[in-house]
């Protein structure tokens, strides 16, 4: 088992954000998260990707229990978290983003001076964007000159370039035309073919049917239930997100 959550809670004074919710995810699945605004989704991708800590509750990773103290500890973990925004640096290139924060270097001619090895980052940057089926002009090309999915593809592949077995995508197709969109989702598929767990956070029913192996349900801060995704069509996962009924 790759992820393991456990009575997880959230507490802020006297306002509950997540109670008693337990969730399991193996290698290469893809799980969606859904509900409501207020249902706690955020605050469980949060917690997960080490951005703040639990009040309550057990997280496990490959069976070993984990309490990060920032997401720079659950990155080197091996759980990268993609925001919608996805925080790059669009002014800056592609290969740039890819290596943000985790830069490669080699030694100069000078002794005890280490310079950028750009000529490496740019190679293994067109391997990770290889690897979901990506293949740009240039990868020194700046990211505003990019489209929504391919802005999204150098996202992932900066989690590549972390080694990560879980992705955690936060409505990663919102605000995105209909063949961006099905760029978007051809990337989560890649990343579960290569083996990449996926916890996917998202409004939209039609992509998480899509793409999900499973679906889990959270309303009020608490797990409703889960639902394979092969027994469910759009219409009836957003039934079930709307009335809190798994039947």
């Known amino acids: 088992m790759l992820l393991e959550i456990e009575d997880l809670g959230k507490t802020y004074g006297a306002v509950s954000a997540l109670s008693g919710v337990s969730l399991a995810m193996d290698e ?17 991708m949060r917690i997960v990707a080490g951005a703040q800590p639990p009040s ?22 091996g759980i990268a978290a993609i925001y ?13 983003n890819v290596f943000m924060g985790s830069e490669l270097v080699r030694r ?24 979901l089926g990506i293949e740009l002009e240039s ?29 955690i995508m ?3 197709t919102a605000a995105l035309g209909v063949r961006e969109k099905a760029r978007v989702l051809d990337l989560v598929r890649k990343l579960k073919e290569t083996g990449v767990s996926v916890l996917l956070v998202s409004h939209n029913m039609d992509d998480v049917v899509a793409v999900t192996d499973r679906v889990v349900i959270l309303r009020g ?3 409703q239930g889960e639902v394979a995704t092969a027994d469910i069509d759009a219409d009836r996962l957003s039934h079930m997100v709307m009335s809190g009924r798994m039947q």
């Open 170 to 172: 936060d409505e990663p």
């Open 108 to 131: 100069s001619w000078v002794p005890g001076l280490r310079t950028l090895d750009k000529r490496a980052m740019r190679e293994r940057s067109r391997e990770y964007l290889a690897r």
């Open 56 to 77: 309550r509750g057990a997280v496990r990773l490959r069976g070993k229990p984990v309490r990060f103290t920032g997401p720079r500890d659950a990155l080197t973990a």
């Open 221 to 223: 801060g608490r797990l």
């Open 139 to 167: 990868v020194d090309a700046p990211v505003n000159r990019l489209s929504g999915g391919q802005r999204q593809a150098v996202a992932i592949s900066r989690a590549l370039r972390w080694e990560a077995a879980l992705v």
């Open 84 to 96: 919608q925004d996805l925080a790059l640096a669009v002014d800056q290139s592609v290969y740039q």
């Open 28 to 44: 290469g699945e893809v799980v969606g998260v859904c509900g409501d605004n207020g249902a706690g989704k955020s605050t469980l």
